[in-house]
T-cell receptor, first 112, second 113 residues
Framework: GESVGLHLPTLSVQEGDNSIINCAYS??????FIWYKQESGKGPQFIID?????DKRQGQRVTVLLNKTVKHLSLQIAATQPGDSAVYFC???????????FGQGTTLQVKP | EPEVTQTPSHQVTQMGQEVILRCVPI?????FYWYRQILGQKVEFLVS????????KSEIFDDQFSVERPDGSNFTLKIRSTKLEDSAMYFC???????????FGSGTRLTVV
């Protein structure tokens, strides 16, 4: 069946450290992947995306890595800050209609 | 920055009542979506809408659900006879083109009592 899953439900890091959040996806035909941040009571907020013809993409303090061989996606956050505390979801574009399949979510806790 | 706007932010309704959740997508976007998130769970796809018709729907989106884009700006989700298990956050999303990113609204929290 279709599924996008996350390896760790909660990640606790010290402020200033780097964070790595992982995700496994199941559909090898998915061509577009997105990381979202969700703060309490708010909608998913776009962080960074990557297309299947790339294996790495960098943004401001964030990097997404895509390994299509093992169907694995990761989000790296450099110099994690308290404002980064949130739930992080990966999502894959699953069909031509643009349907997104979301993972379970990882809670990132940043300790001051 | 353009936003997807959803109203109301919170709706409480009695079981069996009809509810309409409203969304105003970004004005030049062509693809529209509804997702829901039951408390503590992942975001789930409900329906996609393009060119004034449903392009895909999930198993969740049964006959109790319908969507409309009545006036070219609003995009609504109607639940005809709400059940307790419909309690969730409902998110609207839109995107401009097929290869463009998605913008999500802040959601409507639906509580069915």
């Amino acid at each position: 069946g279709e599924s996008v899953g996350l390896h760790l439900p909660t990640l606790s890091v010290q402020e200033g450290d780097n964070s790595i959040i992982n995700c496994a996806y199941s559909n090898s035909a998915s061509d577009y992947f997105i990381w979202y941040k969700q703060e309490s009571g708010k909608g998913p907020q776009f962080i960074i995306d990557i297309r299947s013809n790339m294996d790495k993409r960098q943004g401001q303090r964030v990097t997404v890595l895509l390994n299509k061989t093992v169907k694995h996606l990761s989000l790296q956050i450099a110099a994690t800050q308290p404002g980064d505390s949130a739930v992080y979801f990966c999502a894959e574009k699953y069909s031509n209609t643009g349907k997104l399949i979301f993972g379970q979510g990882t809670t990132l806790q940043v300790k001051p | 920055e353009p936003e997807v706007t959803q109203t109301p932010s919170h709706q409480v309704t009695q079981m069996g009542q009809e509810v309409i959740l409203r969304c105003v997508p970004i004005s030049n976007h062509l693809y529209f979506y509804w997702y829901r998130q039951i408390l503590g769970q992942k975001v789930e796809f409900l329906v996609s809408f393009y060119n004034n018709e449903i392009s895909e729907k999930s198993e969740i989106f049964d006959d109790q659900f319908s969507v409309e884009r009545p006036d070219g700006s609003n995009f609504t989700l109607k639940i005809r006879s709400t059940k307790l298990e419909d309690s969730a956050m409902y998110f609207c999303a839109s995107r401009a083109r097929a290869n463009y990113g998605y913008t999500f609204g802040s959601g409507t929290r639906l509580t069915v009592v």
